[in-house]
């Protein structure tokens, strides 16, 4: 049995419902995106630069830029969109300084949207009553990292919050573990990684986590994170059950 002393959660899907927050922000951002480019007619314009980032709708797709990358990473791709779409090229100077700007102004205002899965409060509580440290790995930045966790009324049970700081490599690199690790004063092989995506479970493998824990409550589905998860759970409420036993130790 594996002796497991901290717990690395991500972030989006995980402690908080995806698409209540992010696909407004989403929204919001190609709004002003294409009315500051004057091109905000253009209805199918706003559907591919959606489908860009993978939003269909009013949800995330899972293999999309908005569900596993960075705000950087969003902005990127967004170039590169308007880019196919033959924008002027002088438009399109700067943009994704631009477009970062927008996300991280639109997440601050969007953040009364932020909807918990489930009671992050108990749970959280209960974990640091055993003696779990724990920490967060997600590719949001540090500043909305923490808006987030704080809105959640969880921030202070949080040992190490990792973020997009521009220092630290983004997930699935495992410098965010390593990271947790030092911290706390911990060792991979007493960590589990838990995520809804597949950047979450290829990050435990980079960095030989303990465990690897898929959650369904994300903008996965089970196919693309179960291959090589330890445990699916449905939400992360699963990782202790009523007599305080862990999942790992049934």
């Known amino acids: 049995m594996k002796e497991i002393k901290g717990i690395l959660f991500d972030k989006d899907g995980t402690l908080l419902d995806f698409n209540s927050m992010w696909v407004p922000v989403a929204q919001g951002l190609i709004e002003e995106l294409l009315y500051d480019l004057g091109i905000g007619e253009e209805q199918n314009m706003r559907k591919k630069l959606l489908k860009s980032i993978g939003v269909s709708g009013d949800k995330v797709e899972p293999m999309g830029t908005l569900a596993w990358g960075t705000v950087r990473d969003v902005a990127n791709q967004l170039k590169a ?17 631009v477009i970062e700007i927008k996300i991280s102004r639109l997440s601050r205002e969007k953040s009364s949207l932020i909807r918990p899965i489930g009671d992050l409060v108990k749970l959280f509580h209960k974990l640091k009553a055993l003696g779990i440290r724990i920490g967060l790995a997600t590719s949001d930045t540090y500043e909305s990292a923490r808006l987030c966790l704080k809105i959640l009324k969880i921030e202070e049970y949080f040992d190490f919050v990792g973020a997009d700081d521009g220092i630290l490599k983004s997930k699935p690199n495992p410098d965010l573990l390593y990271k947790f690790c030092e911290v706390c004063n911990l060792k991979p092989h007493e960590v589990a990684v838990v995520g809804d995506t597949e950047v979450d479970i290829a990050l435990a493998n980079n960095g030989n986590a303990a465990l690897a824990i898929a959650v369904l409550s994300g903008a996965n589905g089970i196919n693309s994170v179960s291959r090589k998860a330890d445990f699916i759970l449905n939400s992360i409420h699963e990782i202790i059950d009523g007599n305080e036993r862990f999942v790992w130790c049934k």
């Open 81 to 97: 969109a308007l880019e196919e779409e033959n924008v002027d090229k002088s438009l399109l100077k700067n943009i994704e300084a």
